[in-house]
Every structure is written in C-alpha cells, then in structure tokens.
C-alpha cells in the first residue's frame, strides 16, 4: 500500500521528502499519497532490556523526539524548494503542528546553513504559506 508505514509512522512520501527525491515524491503524489499523513503521536521506546549499557538517566521508556510529522516538515528541513511547492500545491497544510507545536516553517529555519545554498528566503514564506509562522 502506498501508505504503508514504518515504526514509527514514516511512509514512502515522508522518506521521500527527508531525502530530498523529487520524482518519487512527484509519483507517489501523483498515486494519491496522503500529504497530510503524520508519523505516529506517542511511541514509547522500551530501554529497560538494555539497562546495562544505559546511563540511569536513560533508561526509563522514553517518547519520540518530534511525533506527529508530515512530509511538509520533512521536506521543509531536508529538501529543496521544489519538493516543499510540490506538498504545497499537493494540499499539504503548513498549519499542522508537530508533537512539539513546531510548524513546518520552524524546520526550515533550523536548515544546516550547507544546505541553504539552494534556498531563497522567501522560500520559508513558502513552507508556512503565508501564515503559521510560529507553532501554536
């Protein structure tokens, strides 16, 4: 299924995007991905069988980082601008909020300054659409 998922809620769309492939993530739009998708809300990663290699400040169950993220995010701290218009003009929401209530422009200010070299600043106008332009 085109929607099938990893454990952590990640599809074929959001890999896509987190690795910047414009033409998978033009086919898999194209096949009716869901761009709005997000990974799953609340994961908890059992430390306990490895307490003997874990610090004790590690070793209670711990949640994922950032859950609940769409491709727009992804594309928004890995892609190029044409990936982020791609989702966009998909119907991909810049207003979804993260696990963190960061939006997905909040991911393309937090860019590796290596990787924006390929950027414009009005392209993070584009990640929150206009609007959105702080989590909440």
């Excluded at 490895?50 to 701290?77: F, N, V």
């Excluded at 810049?94 to 937090?110: E, I, N, Q, R, T």
Aim: aromatic share 6%.
């Amino acid at each position: 299924s085109i929607e099938q998922v990893n454990q952590y809620g990640k599809t074929a769309l959001m890999t896509a995007a987190h690795l910047n492939r414009e033409e998978t993530v033009r086919l898999l739009l194209q096949r009716g991905a869901d761009v709005n998708r997000r990974t799953f809300g609340e994961i908890k990663v059992d430390l306990y069988p490895y307490r003997m290699y874990l610090s004790d400040t590690i070793r209670k169950p711990r949640s994922l980082r950032h859950a609940g993220r769409t491709a727009l995010m992804y594309a928004a701290e890995n892609a190029d601008a044409v990936i982020i218009d791609l989702l966009l003009s998909a119907g991909a929401d810049p207003c979804l909020a993260d696990s963190k209530g960061l939006v997905p422009v909040a991911y393309f200010d937090g860019r590796a300054p290596s990787r924006q070299s390929n950027m414009r600043v009005t392209d993070a106008d584009a990640v929150a659409g206009g609007t959105c332009l702080s989590g909440g």
